[in-house]
């Protein structure tokens, strides 16, 4: 247990805003024990805010995967929003790989770009750092609180919305996405937010009678979803469906048509135009990435081949999880232990508790359907990752706040001393909260513990340092960045902690000349080979600096 609460490695900063989160979540804890539901509210959303800043500041460097092209295309969107580039510019063809790969190309319609826009404005409020390319998320995880709150509360009672608005706070998978580290990082967190809060509105507006503002409000937030990720975004319409069906059958005249095409056409109004836009205005990118976003389904991409248990298995990894999870889980990694298999039934316990304890039929139908058709989907898909199934996270969030909904209901049975009730259940509380947020997985990946650690924080400071010695329209030339699933050659970081240009390789002496003639200033490297044309040339700027994991 102490090395599980371990604060090793953690800098000063770090740890003040942990401590600050896990007592403010006490305080909370404590407050609900004593009936205070607003007070409780109040202080595990401020408790929440402060570890989702601690998760935001525990990696001082783009992380390797996905969050570095996302950095960059969100800090070139600062200039012209309507047109996201990796590359700034596209002075002359990068001969190693295509204009539209979306690793190394020019134009970037890898994702939809709601997320992008959103780290965009952070950079130009706040400026551009490490931290406000993470503030975004920090926002919108910290608004999942009060929203599992709400949700909770419609559902079942105001105790399950505490109990799910908990286990948000304390989910290490969503702090792990805060971070930059989790797979898909802020375009996760954005989707998971968007998704959540327009079922959020929609049972807003089941609540209110069905009143047309709230239609307003739930389509508006479907489509933000579909602007950040994709069609997935639509999933309140599956469970608007679902739940008019059970709850109305055939009786037409209450299926409200009219606000169903009102919604339809609002959501269609926040995401369609992009795509009519980026299809006329970047054609060949716009297909390109169409084709890839078929070749999901069918196709196992990018190493992303898993079994068709994947998802089940991995239910424990997204929810509780434990310290011998490796960084990038795959089917073999997330292979069943006894303690993973205690995990699954309990979270497969709380959802049919979850189930049983709704207030109608029909929300249960709606609970049960989401689910398998979310699971049914991506087991389907042929390409898998741990977070295409967290887009439904507010009930995996609920079926944990079930199980402490439950633990409550027995304490306040046989317990009957009132004091001794409310200190059993506040310690199982806290100690159910702190061991869903993994708290050993997550220090071990988010402190200087594996080698990549050492890489990409050398690699930052050095190209921090170079910022300062290239002047303004610098191309740099043999940067070769950190590994890409094999291939060594990708200048993102580079571009993201210098504003240069960068490309992998020495250009062409005919590319050299078209560059100079241009009014680029040329750089190059050392620490690759130079070719003689650019170390005769005295305008050619040679840089000594050493980049590790550079090959």
């Known amino acids: 247990m102490f090395n599980y609460l371990s604060l090793y490695g953690y800098t000063v900063s770090q740890k003040l805003w942990l401590l600050a989160g896990l007592l403010l979540a006490l305080a909370s804890i404590i407050s609900f024990a004593f009936d205070k539901k607003r007070w409780s509210v109040a202080l595990l959303t401020a408790g929440g805010f402060c570890l989702f800043v601690f998760a935001a500041i525990s990696i001082p460097f783009l992380y390797c995967w996905d969050e570095r092209f996302h950095a960059l295309v969100a800090k070139n969107c600062m200039d012209d929003p309507f047109c996201p580039k990796l590359y700034h510019e596209w002075p002359i ?264 304890r709704c207030r109608k039929w029909s929300h249960r139908i709606t609970v049960f359907t989401l689910v398998l058709l979310v699971y049914g989907f991506f087991t389907v898909a042929a390409t898998k990752m741990p977070a295409y199934t967290f887009c439904l996270c507010a009930v995996g969030f609920l079926s944990l706040g079930m199980l402490l909904w439950e633990l409550w209901r027995i304490g306040e049975r046989y317990v009957r001393r009132v004091g001794l009730r409310r200190t059993v259940l506040v310690g199982a509380t806290a100690f159910f909260a702190l061991y869903q947020m993994n708290m050993g997985w997550f220090r071990y990946y988010h402190t200087p513990n594996e080698e990549y650690w050492y890489v990409l924080t050398h690699n930052k400071e050095n190209l921090d340092k170079l910022k300062g010695m290239l002047p303004e329209r610098t191309i740099l030339f043999n940067v070769r960045g950190t590994d890409d699933w094999g291939n060594y050659c990708t200048p993102t970081e580079a571009m993201f902690y210098t504003d240069a240009l960068c490309y992998p390789f020495p250009p062409e002496e005919a590319d050299c000349r078209k560059l100079k003639a241009a009014g680029y200033h040329i750089a190059i490297l050392t620490s690759h080979e130079v070719p003689d044309y650019l170390q005769s040339d005295p305008e050619v700027q040679k840089v000594d600096i050493e980049l590790l994991g550079d090959y």
Request: proline residues 3%; hydrophobic residues 50%; glycine residues 6%.
């Open 93 to 356: 063809d990068n001969a190693n790989w295509p204009e539209n790969d979306w690793a190394h190309g020019y134009i970037w319609l890898h994702k939809q770009p709601l997320f992008l826009w959103q780290i965009a404005l952070c950079f130009k409020l706040f400026g551009v750092s490490l931290f406000t390319l993470r503030l975004p998320s920090v926002i919108m995880g910290t608004l999942m609180i009060p929203l599992l709150y709400r949700i909770g509360s419609l559902l079942v009672d105001r105790r399950l919305g505490y109990f799910a608005a908990l286990s948000a706070a304390f989910s290490f998978m969503l702090l792990d996405l805060v971070s930059g580290h989790g797979a898909v990082d802020h375009n996760n967190v954005c989707f998971v937010f968007y998704v959540t809060a327009s079922l959020w509105a929609w049972m807003e507006y089941l609540h209110s009678g069905r009143k047309w503002r709230w239609v307003w409000v739930f389509a508006l937030l479907s489509g933000c979803a579909v602007l950040t990720k994709w069609l997935v975004g639509l999933l309140v319409y599956a469970a608007w469906g679902i739940y008019t069906v059970s709850e109305y059958r055939f009786r037409l005249r209450e299926w409200k048509v009219g606000q169903m095409a009102a919604a339809a056409a609002i959501t269609l109004a926040v995401f369609l135009p992009w795509q009519i836009y980026t299809s006329h205005a970047f054609p060949s990118y716009y297909e390109r990435e169409k084709q890839l976003n078929k070749e999901h389904f069918y196709l196992e991409l990018e190493d992303h081949q898993e079994a068709k248990t994947f998802y089940l298995t991995t239910i424990p990894y997204r929810y509780i999880g434990d310290r011998d999870y490796k960084d990038y889980v795959t089917s073999e990694t997330a292979s069943f232990t006894a303690k993973r298999v205690v995990h699954l039934l309990l979270m497969l316990a709380g959802f049919a508790l979850l189930l049983v």
